[in-house]
């Protein structure tokens, strides 16, 4: 008699409709590993396909960053000129007379500078043939014709690369100056509709454009204090110590401050290197004025200032710079330390509401304003300063009576 074959118990036969097993579960280990591979090298396609895409959507965001920093730092003077009796009905008018008037300044100071500039730069032909009978002199086989011969040799490449640059240079600047006068007529305007979108978080949204705005504004306008000063220096030392080209020196200064690490440092080394080409002892009393101006900014001036605008230990705005520095170059180093600042902000408003309090308004329930945000390296010192009760640890000790009469009966 046939034995019909049974089943066994939990347990379904290969192809049954009712395997539950995927098709990616089916594949063999190699076809699996193909397709991984595959799912990598087209992400990595995708990258490298973007990447110039970023890379120029950055460069225009960039424009935009800084005309936006721009209005942030020129809001206040034209609230100013708003009240002025003229302007009261239109923005626009206070606007428009504020770069009149700083086109004006920017027109004095040209008509200053130029002359100089160009009574100077006379002095060119003078200088390099100083500079190569030195160096014959002090057996240097080296010719300046050579430059010279070089440069003519590609120089219509060399001026159509110059002439670019320049376009190119102007060209931002002027988008720059457009967008920032959009953005100081409808800039409250256009954070009122980004506020629109996002109708449950009204008061985060308003803490986080204000973290964000003083601090931006409070570091540029530092950063302008520092140039100012370092530049104003730089040009007074030199042009008192007779360096040639101790007014464009200073004026390269003021400019070069705003790059972080290298900006004071190749101010420096162009004014000891132009008062090299005239005497040794002229080089050696520039170097001690660039290091004097060097020491002012570092150590006096840059410290005081950033402490007071960003609110940064210097240890931390000094790590912030040298990471920023580190991950993105120049512009890493420009935004390290506005970005850390910010990110001071945040975290102090993170690290209040996960001790239960009120994270963006002060103590009294009053509103949060650029003097009393919350920053994290503050609102530790302040735990630290409190006892396990919550009140403040006195600093100095209290009579014995003084708490026995504080303290409630049994």
């Known amino acids: 008699m046939a034995t019909v074959p049974q089943k066994t118990p939990g347990r379904k036969p290969p192809g049954d409709a009712g395997d539950h097993r995927s098709w990616w579960h089916q594949l063999g280990r190699p076809l699996e590993a193909l397709v991984w591979l595959l799912i990598v090298l087209a992400v990595i396609g995708i990258y490298r396909g973007a990447e110039f895409l970023v890379v120029h959507i950055f460069n225009v965001l960039l ?24 302007f009261r009905r239109h923005r626009s008018f206070a606007v ?16 200053l500078v130029v002359p100089s500039v160009i ?30 011969s070089g440069a003519s040799g590609g120089g219509l490449d060399t001026a159509l690369g110059i002439l670019a640059g320049v376009v190119s240079g102007i060209v931002n600047v002027v988008l720059i100056m ?32 204000l973290a964000v705005g003083s601090t931006l504004a409070a570091y540029v306008r530092g950063q302008l204090i520092l140039s100012a000063v370092i530049g104003t220096y730089t040009g007074i030392a030199l042009t008192l110590l007779g360096v040639h080209y101790g007014v464009v020196i200073g004026v390269a200064a003021f400019f070069l401050e705003f790059i972080p690490i290298v900006g004071a440092v190749v101010a420096m080394v162009v004014g000891v ?21 060097h020491a002012l900014d570092a150590y006096i001036v840059g410290p005081r200032v950033n402490a007071r605008v960003t609110q940064l230990h210097p240890l931390m705005a000094m790590a912030a710079l040298l990471v920023g520095a580190e991950l993105a170059g120049i512009l890493g180093a420009l935004f390290a330390v506005p970005l850390a600042a910010i990110a001071n902000i945040l ?21 949060i304003t650029a003097d009393n945000l919350p920053r994290l390296g503050e609102e530790i010192g302040g735990v630290e300063e409190e006892g396990i009760d919550g009140e403040p640890v006195p600093h100095k000790a209290q009579p014995a009576h003084a708490g026995a009469s504080k303290r409630p009966a049994d």
Do not use: C, H, W
């Open 347 to 367: 975290l102090g408003a993170l690290y209040r509401s996960r001790r239960g309090q009120v994270a963006m308004s002060t103590d009294g329930g009053g509103e």
């Open 178 to 209: 457009v967008i920032s006068i959009y953005l100081l007529i409808e800039g409250r305007g256009l954070v009122a509709t980004a506020r629109n979108l996002f109708p449950s978080k009204p008061r985060l949204f308003d803490f986080t454009a």
């Open 273 to 293: 290197g132009v008062a090299l080409l005239q005497s040794p002892l002229l080089a050696l009393l520039a170097a001690v004025v660039g290091l004097l101006g």
């Open 63 to 86: 424009l935009f960053i800084f005309a936006a920093v721009i209005a942030l730092i020129l809001t206040p003077l034209v609230d100013r000129i708003q009240k002025l009796p003229p």
């Open 119 to 148: 009574d100077q730069g006379k002095q060119l032909p003078a200088l390099a043939t100083r500079l190569q009978s030195e160096l014959d002199r002090r057996g240097v086989s080296f010719k300046l014709s050579s430059l010279a």
């Open 96 to 111: 428009l007379a504020l770069y009149l008037v700083a086109f004006a300044a920017v027109a004095l100071v040209v008509v």
